[in-house]
């Protein structure tokens, strides 16, 4: 009996295969002349290469805009409330066991007049955070603190909708979030809420700060890349008279300006953005105090950092889809509609990654065998609008923060861009997605705590899997060290540094994957032991 033949996608497949490979053979032989499929290939990198130019060069414009407008700097508020008003702090959790007892002591030590103040424990929680946050609420309030425990059966509309509740039943005009990692040092309401003696002001954000910036090499690059994002975005966008975002945490909001502006809604990751967006669209004025500090937390494992950065891709993509044509069609300024549009769809640059990364290799050889010498100006381009403007923006945000040592977080920067590349397939992914109008649900970071032995039980309790991540990043890694490999045989040494990055950036992140995967199955299986020899009363 004879055996069926394929179907017709492996048999188109299967040509596509062997046309490649024949053009492949040829070309490496030097045996053809520029072709349509030379010159098309040629387009298409040039495009993306154009595009990804763009949006670095748009990092050296932020840097630009914030030293020109240096004279606008936000410092004291215009006046001073004499009656201050009354301010609603909602503290939103989602099983966050192991931090809510010191998030809300953090909170009660708010110096506020207690007769002013609202403190709301927005609980979504499904495990044994419900026991531990209701326990914390019953033990301040005894105290005569103004804190009050709500608790959902259910997640609709996830953070947002739990705010949106939280509104529903709050007493003050000012609404203060903080999230379940964040620890408000006592002089917080103080510094921000008297810039709403200006009518017009809609929200105040303050600046993270990270607790464990330190903690590891991980910890550090992600700080250095968050100091860029509140430096030098939130500070040239806020001088220069750009739109910019709440980031759902550390910040004052007007109540009325939520109401006005429609509300929480969550048909977006980014809830915060999309509020932003609304607001000032409506005319609303946001200020950014740098001063002002607010300590937090950030992930100490790379799968969670990893759900973080996709989820914020996918939320600003989504606000972009939702956002951008009501802007367009709007009378605002063009700087404000052109800064919109490179905010919203900043993360776009990751799948053009994957595109340049696929086309890298027959490119390379193109130019190589058949002379294009032109391509080298597009990879000088690439170079100073990419990496070059990565090192210099966070570099500069460094400087601004840390004047007197900042010079040592060059070591940082080679790291700091193999992270990035390490976050191109999770982040490409849900790019794509968010470009497609794919729904998912809101997946939080988990929050360890600084303390080693409490932040070895919330990972064994909430740390998730890695999944096929280690392998896709191995696989990535191990098609550039190939790349590399045969480009060196042909002796084409000028693309090998890129190839490098590549081959650093997706092995590391394999690597690292794969050895947080074992400590954590180590961990676990050593707090189970623990708990065995203790016996079931402990």
Same mark, same amino acid.
């Given at each position: 009996?004879?055996?069926?033949?394929?179907?017709?996608?492996?048999?188109?497949?299967?040509?596509?295969?062997?046309?490649?490979?024949?053009?492949?053979?040829?070309?490496?032989?030097?045996?053809?002349?520029?072709? +349509?499929?030379?010159?098309?290939?040629?387009?298409?990198?040039?495009?993306?290469?154009?595009?990804?130019?763009?949006?670095?060069?748009?990092?050296?414009?932020?840097?630009?805009?914030?030293?020109?407008?240096?004279?606008?700097?936000?410092?004291?508020?215009?006046?001073?409330?004499?009656?201050?008003?009354?301010?609603?702090?909602?503290?939103? #959790?989602?099983?966050?066991?192991?931090?809510?007892?010191? #998030?809300?002591?953090?909170?009660?030590?708010?110096?506020?007049?207690?007769?002013?103040?609202?403190?709301?424990?927005?609980?979504?929680?499904?495990?044994?955070?419900?026991?531990?946050?209701?326990?914390?609420?019953?033990?301040?309030?005894?105290?005569?603190?103004?804190?009050?425990?709500?608790?959902?059966?259910?997640?609709?509309?996830?953070?947002?909708?739990?705010?949106?509740?939280?509104?529903?039943?709050?007493?003050?005009?000012?609404?203060?979030?903080?999230?379940?990692?964040?620890?408000?040092?006592?002089?917080?309401?103080?510094?921000?809420?008297?810039?709403?003696?200006?009518?017009?002001?809609?929200?105040?954000?303050?600046?993270?700060?990270?607790?464990?910036?330190?903690?590891?090499?991980?910890?550090?690059?992600?700080?250095?890349?968050?100091?860029?994002?509140?430096?030098?975005?939130?500070?040239?966008? &806020?001088?220069?008279?750009?739109?910019?975002?709440?980031?759902?945490?550390?910040?004052?909001?007007?109540?009325?300006? %939520?109401?006005?502006?429609?509300?929480?809604?969550?048909?977006?990751?980014?809830?915060?953005?999309?509020? +932003?967006?609304?607001?000032?669209?409506?005319?609303?004025?946001?200020?950014?105090?740098?001063?002002?500090?607010?300590?937090?937390?950030?992930?100490?494992?790379?799968?969670?950092?990893?759900?973080?950065?996709?989820?914020?891709?996918?939320?600003? %993509?989504?606000?972009?889809?939702?956002?951008?044509? &009501?802007?367009?069609? +709007?009378?605002?300024?063009?700087?404000?509609?052109?800064?919109?549009?490179?905010?919203?769809?900043?993360?776009?640059?990751?799948?053009?990654?994957?595109?340049?990364?696929?086309?890298?290799?027959?490119?390379?050889?193109?130019?190589?065998?058949?002379?294009?010498?032109?391509?080298?100006?597009?990879?000088?381009?690439?170079?100073?609008?990419?990496?070059?403007?990565?090192?210099?923006?966070?570099?500069?945000?460094?400087?601004?923060?840390?004047?007197?040592?900042?010079?040592?977080?060059?070591?940082?920067?080679?790291?700091?861009?193999?992270?990035?590349?390490?976050?191109?397939?999770?982040?490409?992914?849900?790019?794509?997605?968010?470009?497609?109008?794919?729904?998912?649900?809101?997946?939080?970071?988990?929050?360890?705590?600084?303390?080693?032995?409490?932040?070895?039980?919330?990972? +064994?309790?909430?740390?998730?899997?890695?999944?096929?991540?280690?392998?896709?990043?191995?696989?990535?890694?191990?098609?550039?060290?190939?790349?590399?490999?045969?480009?060196?045989?042909?002796?084409?040494?000028?693309?090998?540094?890129?190839?490098?990055?590549?081959?650093?950036?997706?092995?590391?992140?394999?690597?690292?994957?794969?050895?947080?995967?074992?400590?954590?199955?180590?961990?676990?299986?050593?707090?189970?032991?623990?708990?065995?020899?203790?016996?079931?009363?402990?």
């Amino acid at each position: 009996m004879f055996p069926k033949a394929p179907p017709p996608v492996l048999r188109y497949a299967a040509a596509v295969w062997d046309e490649a490979a024949g053009w492949f053979e040829q070309i490496s032989r030097g045996a053809t002349q520029s072709s +349509s499929l030379d010159w098309g290939l040629a387009a298409l990198y040039l495009a993306a290469m154009l595009v990804l130019s763009a949006y670095g060069l748009h990092r050296y414009q932020l840097v630009y805009l914030y030293y020109r407008h240096r004279d606008r700097a936000t410092g004291e508020p215009a006046a001073r409330f004499t009656e201050l008003p009354v301010v609603t702090v909602q503290l939103p #959790l989602y099983n966050e066991q192991f931090v809510v007892e010191e #998030l809300l002591d953090s909170a009660c030590r708010l110096n506020y007049p207690r007769d002013r103040l609202q403190i709301q424990v927005l609980d979504d929680s499904t495990d044994e955070t419900r026991r531990v946050a209701r326990a914390a609420v019953e033990r301040w309030a005894a105290q005569g603190y103004p804190v009050e425990y709500r608790h959902r059966t259910h997640r609709q509309g996830f953070k947002a909708g739990a705010l949106q509740a939280g509104l529903d039943a709050a007493r003050g005009e000012l609404i203060v979030v903080f999230d379940a990692d964040f620890r408000p040092l006592p002089d917080f309401l103080h510094r921000t809420v008297h810039h709403f003696t200006d009518p017009n002001v809609g929200a105040v954000q303050a600046r993270w700060t990270f607790r464990n910036r330190n903690h590891s090499f991980l910890t550090s690059v992600q700080a250095m890349l968050l100091d860029g994002h509140f430096v030098f975005e939130h500070g040239a966008r &806020a001088r220069s008279g750009r739109f910019f975002n709440f980031n759902g945490t550390a910040g004052v909001l007007r109540r009325a300006m %939520i109401e006005e502006a429609g509300g929480w809604q969550h048909d977006t990751l980014t809830e915060d953005t999309d509020l +932003s967006y609304r607001a000032q669209m409506k005319g609303w004025k946001y200020v950014y105090l740098p001063d002002v500090e607010a300590p937090s937390e950030l992930p100490t494992d790379l799968t969670a950092f990893q759900v973080q950065q996709a989820r914020w891709a996918k939320g600003l %993509i989504q606000t972009g889809r939702k956002i951008l044509p &009501a802007m367009f069609a +709007s009378h605002l300024p063009a700087k404000v509609k052109l800064e919109a549009f490179f905010h919203l769809t900043s993360n776009v640059s990751y799948p053009l990654i994957v595109l340049l990364s696929i086309l890298w290799l027959p490119s390379a050889i193109v130019r190589f065998h058949h002379g294009h010498f032109g391509f080298l100006l597009l990879d000088i381009l690439l170079f100073l609008g990419t990496f070059s403007s990565l090192s210099t923006f966070y570099l500069l945000a460094q400087k601004e923060l840390f004047p007197s040592r900042w010079w040592w977080k060059l070591l940082l920067i080679p790291a700091l861009a193999a992270t990035g590349i390490g976050l191109t397939i999770t982040n490409t992914r849900a790019v794509l997605e968010g470009m497609l109008g794919m729904k998912s649900p809101f997946q939080r970071t988990a929050k360890y705590t600084t303390n080693r032995e409490q932040a070895r039980l919330a990972r +064994s309790r909430y740390r998730r899997s890695s999944g096929w991540l280690p392998v896709a990043n191995f696989v990535a890694g191990t098609y550039f060290a190939c790349c590399m490999v045969y480009l060196a045989g042909i002796g084409y040494w000028t693309t090998i540094p890129f190839a490098a990055l590549f081959v650093t950036g997706f092995y590391f992140t394999a690597g690292l994957l794969s050895f947080q995967a074992c400590k954590f199955r180590w961990e676990t299986g050593r707090t189970l032991t623990i708990k065995m020899e203790e016996g079931p009363g402990c």
